[in-house]
């Protein structure tokens, strides 16, 4: 049998750092997916990283990809979790489609919007809602609590939505997010409550802080669903390795281009790498957050602050909190703040990963050629993934099969869409009911008194 793996804490070796305290235990998945985040404020690391078997993996061409999902969940989680349970996991979570369209020969666009809120992250958030319901404690009912500006909102809320023994309470500012995000948010419905605040994003997340940090509401068994959660990484390896099943035979390496914001999505392809899939190449485009690609160039690490907002927003990140995590595993240490404690090794790191910065010009130019050349649509961010995979082959010549990511559908960006094709893209099935739902959320005001009268009377904490 496999060996049993531990996680450790990114920060572990991070002395003489003020009001930090390495952490220099190992606790368990089930650990790590409650608590989110290390105690010294590390993000979890496994300390082992289980092989492949390439044989098993061109074993599940054509096949379902839930099978995929528990093959790969099996090799972290064997020891902690049934058979029976994972199966269980992997079909209720991935109930849509993966496309992989040709672009041209040996190219291709993988389509990760299928999903309820047609963005990539529906599949690491459905599939760790579904492991924190297993694993709560018997009986145990867990409460979410997350701000949002927008987008996040969602689809941590669709993820929960119907999820045993844990309830979602979903706070936004009330001016601030748009009428079809106001739709998405008041209507999820079931365990999923919105909660509409006179305030501003901050102050939801203050809200938020207040009642994780108030001793008097303990009780209560709260949980973030942290987007830097390991239980959010570990889903994000299987569609690499899909990609290889479907796409590639015995002795064929793999180019793969994921479009980059706080590194997670990458970070499942290292990970895939590291269990043995031949990837010749990962690429992470940026968009003009350029931290991580001056990196690779110049050897020093300066995050970008404040963030520049680009088209593909979901990316507008100018320090990216799984950095952490690429650090560590090529032997480096970089904190919360984006301060570099060890180096990692640069060489390694070069030759695995290429990394280029896409600007919003570029972005723009890309979204149109595509559609004019290939009859391909793509949204700001998979147009970032794709015009840095088409850069890599221009540098490096020509190579098949290649993947990129498409991480959010294009409907979800009408008006750019419009501009730049002259076309109103479709919603996908997952979303054409949207106008339609009816739901209405909790208004509240800003003040904590109130807030927290309102977790006291609402709230279960028991099934
Ligand atoms: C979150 C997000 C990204 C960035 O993914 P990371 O894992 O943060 O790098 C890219 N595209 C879309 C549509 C996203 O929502």
């Given amino acids: 049998m496999e060996k049993q793996i531990r996680y450790y804490s990114t920060n572990r070796n991070l002395e003489g750092v003020e009001d930090i305290i390495p952490f220099k235990g190992y606790v368990s998945f089930q650990e790590a997916l409650l608590r989110g985040q290390a105690p010294d404020e590390g993000l979890f690391m496994p300390d082992y990283i289980p092989r492949l078997s390439i044989d098993d993996v061109l074993a599940l ?56 809120t047609a963005s990539f992250k529906d599949f690491a958030a459905r599939m760790m809602a579904r492991l924190m319901s297993h694993f709560r404690g018997k009986g145990k009912r867990l409460n979410v609590l997350v701000a949002t500006s927008g987008d996040t909102g969602s689809a941590v809320g669709e993820a929960f939505k119907g999820v045993e023994g844990i309830d979602v309470n979903i706070l936004y500012p009330r001016a601030e997010v748009s009428g079809r995000q106001k739709k998405q948010l008041d209507t999820i419905g079931k365990n999923v409550r919105a909660l509409s605040i006179d305030g501003k994003f901050d102050d939801c997340q203050d809200l938020v802080k207040q009642a994780f940090s108030d001793p008097s509401l303990e009780y209560l068994n709260f949980t973030s669903a942290n987007s830097i959660n390991f239980g ?109 404690h060890k180096y990692p090794d640069i060489d390694t790191m070069r030759k695995n990963v290429f990394s280029v910065s896409i600007s919003d010009d570029v972005t723009k130019e890309c979204i149109k050629q595509t559609y004019e050349t290939y009859g391909v649509i793509l949204e700001p961010h998979g147009a970032v993934g794709w015009r840095g995979l088409e850069i890599f082959l221009e540098k490096n010549g020509d190579f098949s099969p290649c993947v990129s990511l498409e991480t959010a559908h294009p409907a979800k960006f009408p008006d750019e869409i419009i501009e730049l094709l002259g076309i109103t893209p479709e919603l996908p099935d997952s979303m054409k009911d949207i106008d339609r739902r009816e739901g209405e959320p909790a208004e509240l005001p800003m003040a904590y008194g109130i807030f927290k009268e309102y977790l006291q009377d609402n709230l279960k904490i028991r099934d």
């Fill in 232 to 340: 959010r990484i570990l889903p994000q390896i299987v569609y690499y390795i899909y990609a290889y099943a479907h796409l590639c035979g015995k002795g064929d390496e793999i180019v793969i281009s994921v479009p980059s914001g706080n590194f997670g999505n990458a970070l499942g392809c290292e990970y895939a790498r590291r269990m043995g899939l031949p990837v010749k190449k990962l690429i992470m485009p940026t968009n003009e957050n350029d931290e991580f690609p001056r990196y690779l160039k110049t050897g020093v690490y300066e995050k970008v602050s404040p963030s520049r907002a680009c088209l593909s927003n979901a990316m507008n990140v100018g320090h990216p909190s799984n950095l952490a995590r690429f650090f560590n595993l090529y032997g480096g240490t970089v904190d919360r703040l984006g301060k570099v």
């Fill in 61 to 116: 061409k054509n096949r379902p990809y839930p099978e995929i999902a528990l093959l790969v969940a099996k090799l972290f989680l064997h020891d902690e979790i049934s058979h029976e349970t994972l199966e269980k996991v992997v079909h209720d979570s991935y109930n849509f489609d993966i496309p992989l369209e040709t672009v041209i020969d040996g190219k291709y666009v993988m389509r990760l919007d299928q999903g309820p």
